[in-house]
């Protein structure tokens, strides 16, 4: 079993940063893939960020393009969402999620916990 709690949402204006976080409990955090996915209201959830057990290998949207970086910490059970050069359009809940098995990081049903999500709004 894997809590997973994010944090570091919040309003910014278009062309800032944000660190979102996502905190893990469970000795096991180290055997999962991390992803990072978002909502927006009335769309369905997409995939924006992910990353390997051993941080060996990440994946990102195409709508990322090299503003956004994933990062973990294993030892302290941590994976990091950085935001730069935001647009309104970020705007979202943010997910965190954690799949143990192999799977394509892009697919939601790949995971297999979540967060219950930190809101990221742009302003523009």
């Known amino acids: 079993q894997v809590q997973l709690v994010e944090s570091g949402g919040g309003l910014v204006q278009a062309g800032g940063s944000l660190r979102l976080s996502c905190a893990a409990s469970g000795r096991t955090f180290s055997s999962y893939a991390m992803g990072w996915f978002r909502q927006a209201p009335g769309k369905e959830r997409e995939f924006v960020a992910g990353i390997s057990w051993s941080a060996g290998s990440t994946d990102y949207a195409d709508f990322v393009k090299r503003r956004f970086t994933i990062s973990r910490d294993n030892a302290k059970n941590t994976v990091v969402l950085q935001l730069n050069s935001l647009k309104p359009e970020d705007t979202a809940v943010y997910y965190c999620?954690?799949?143990?098995?192999?799977?394509?990081?892009?697919?939601?049903?790949?995971?297999?916990?979540w967060g219950q999500g930190t809101q990221v709004t742009v302003s523009s």
């Open positions: 999620a954690a799949a143990l098995g192999v799977a394509p990081m892009r697919l939601t049903r790949s995971y297999d916990y």
